[in-house]
T-cell receptor, first 116, second 113 residues
Framework: GAVVSQHPSRVICKSGTSVKIECRSL??????MFWYRQFPKQSLMLMAT?????????EQGVEKDKFLINHASLTLSTLTVTSAHPEDSSFYIC????????????FGSGTQLSVL | DQQVKQNSPSLSVQEGRISILNCDYT??????FLWYKKYPAEGPTFLIS?????DKNEDGRFTVFLNKSAKHLSLHIVPSQPGDSAVYFC????????????FGQGTTLQVKP
C-alpha cells in the first residue's frame, strides 16, 4: 500500500507557541492532502483540504489563521498550529489520495499534540 | 449533525467467533463507504470498501454488507482473531468528493483469546 509519513508523532509545547506538523507522501505524488483532527473517543473530523500550489480549503468552524496549511510540493503538506492553546490539544492526522486508488485515502501515523 | 453513526462504542467477542460492526448513515448522497482500522496513537489503515452499486464486498475474513434502503452497513469479521482488536471506523463519501470522508465515532473491538 501507499505510504504517508507524518512527523512528529508527538509534541508537547507551551501555550502560545506554534507547532509545525509535516505530512509526506513517500511513494506517490499527492496533489491533494487532507488534515483531520480527533479528540479522545470521538470521530475523525476533517479540518481542511490542502491543495498543491493553491490555498487550502477549510471546513466550517476551522480557523484558517490559526491552522496554517502549506502544500508547497506534490509530496509535502504542512500544518502549523499557531499560538497553540490547551484546547488545541488533539490528535492530528494527515491523509492523501493516491492516483487511481478511487476514494480510498492513505493516512499518516498521526501527531499527538499536547499544549500545556 | 452526525451523518455517519456507529451506535455501539464497544464490542467484545471470543476468538474464532464472528464480529459484526454496524454503521448507519443519513445522507442519501453517499455512494461509497469504507472501513478503517485504527490502533491507539496511530493513523487509520484501510480495510475494505463498498460502492453503492453493490450490496456485498468480501476480502478474506472481512465482508461488508450495504443496505441502501435502510442506510445501513455492517462489517463482518470471521473468524475473529486477537490481532483484530482495535477501533473500527466506518466512513462515507460521494462521487467527486474525493478525500472528504465523513467518519463515524468508531467501535472498539476486543477479541478475547
Amino acid at each position: 500500500g501507499a505510504v504517508v509519513s507524518q512527523h512528529p508523532s508527538r509534541v508537547i509545547c507551551k501555550s502560545g507557541t506554534s507547532v509545525k506538523i509535516e505530512c509526506r507522501s513517500l511513494d506517490f505524488q499527492a496533489t491533494t492532502m487532507f488534515w483531520y483532527r480527533q479528540f479522545p473517543k470521538q470521530s475523525l473530523m476533517l479540518m481542511a483540504t490542502s491543495n498543491e500550489g493553491s490555498k487550502a480549503t477549510y471546513e466550517q468552524g476551522v480557523e484558517k489563521d490559526k491552522f496554517l496549511i502549506n502544500h508547497a510540493s506534490l509530496t509535502l503538506s504542512t500544518l502549523t498550529v499557531t499560538s497553540a492553546h490547551p484546547e488545541d490539544s488533539s490528535f492530528y492526522i494527515c491523509s492523501a489520495a493516491k492516483p487511481n486508488s478511487g476514494e480510498k485515502l492513505f493516512f499518516g501515523s498521526g501527531t499527538q499534540l499536547s499544549v500545556l | 449533525d452526525q451523518q455517519v453513526k456507529q451506535n455501539s462504542p464497544s464490542l467484545s467477542v471470543q476468538e474464532g467467533r464472528i464480529s459484526i460492526l454496524n454503521c448507519d448513515y443519513t445522507n442519501s448522497m453517499f455512494d461509497y463507504f469504507l472501513w478503517y482500522k485504527k490502533y491507539p496513537a496511530e493513523g487509520p489503515t484501510f480495510l475494505i470498501s463498498i460502492s453503492s452499486i453493490k450490496d456485498k464486498n468480501e476480502d478474506g475474513r472481512f465482508t461488508v454488507f450495504l443496505n441502501k434502503s435502510a442506510k445501513h452497513l455492517s462489517l463482518h469479521i470471521v473468524p475473529s482473531q486477537p490481532g483484530d482488536s482495535a477501533v473500527y471506523f466506518c466512513a462515507a463519501t460521494y462521487s467527486g468528493n474525493t478525500g472528504k470522508l465523513i467518519f463515524g465515532q468508531g467501535t472498539t473491538l476486543q477479541v478475547k483469546p
